[in-house]
């Protein structure tokens, strides 16, 4: 697991990574138990947006996991800190009350990743607001990581997509 140190939500970080810890364990332990090599390997990325002392931090995780079978999947976490207000940013607080951030961002992101996955099936998005879930802020976009068959079949790998914050103008709180 490699992660900053310095993030001003550490006990985010220790239950994101404590929780990832034991659902491996838990999974690797489950009956039958496999003689086959297992892995999980956690790397994060921090992303900044504003001034140090006013403006936002997020930290996401990309979890590799390999529980012994034919596939290893990559999945994300993603944490987000108003510096100036020293609070959680989440979904339900990035957008504007009334918003309805679905409506804008399936479009978008549907179009985003059929242009990235040429061939792969691209339906509607099956899972609502929670596909939303890990994102980043930048100074210029906010990204957003779609866990690995999140979206489309789980060949495809894990995407991030991102959006233009002027894009999203009408909606960000």
Same mark, same amino acid.
């Given at each position: 697991?490699? *992660? =900053?140190?310095?993030? !001003?939500? #550490? ?20 009956? !039958?138990?496999?003689?086959? =090599?297992?892995?999980?390997? &956690?790397?994060? #990325? +921090? ?5 140090? +002392?006013?403006? /936002?931090?997020?930290?996401? *995780? ?5 529980f012994g079978?034919?596939? !290893?999947? /990559? ?11 020293? +609070?959680?940013? /989440? ?5 504007? =009350? ?11 992101? #549907? ?5 990235q996955l040429?061939?792969?099936? &691209? ?12 994102? %980043? ?18 060949? %495809?790998? %894990? ?15």
């Amino acid at each position: 697991m490699s *992660f =900053p140190v310095d993030y !001003p939500d #550490q006990r985010a970080v220790v239950d994101v990574l404590a929780d990832e810890r034991d659902q491996f364990i838990d999974l690797v332990e489950e009956p !039958p138990v496999r003689d086959v =090599p297992k892995a999980l390997d &956690i790397k994060s #990325q +921090t992303f900044r947006s504003g001034t140090p +002392t006013s403006g /936002t931090e997020s930290l996401v *995780f990309e979890e590799y996991s390999n529980f012994g079978g034919a596939h !290893p999947v /990559t999945n994300y976490d993603a944490l987000n800190f108003d510096v100036g207000k020293k +609070t959680p940013i /989440t979904f339900d607080t990035v957008f504007k =009350p009334g918003a309805d951030p679905v409506a804008v961002l399936d479009p978008i992101v #549907q179009a985003e990743l059929k242009k990235q996955l040429p061939g792969a099936p &691209i339906g509607d998005n099956p899972v609502g607001a929670e596909m939303y879930k890990n994102f %980043a802020l930048s100074d210029d976009a906010v990204l957003f990581f779609i866990s690995q068959g999140q979206w489309t079949i789980s060949a %495809a790998g %894990a995407q991030t997509v991102s959006i233009p914050r002027a894009q999203l103008a009408s909606i960000l709180a």
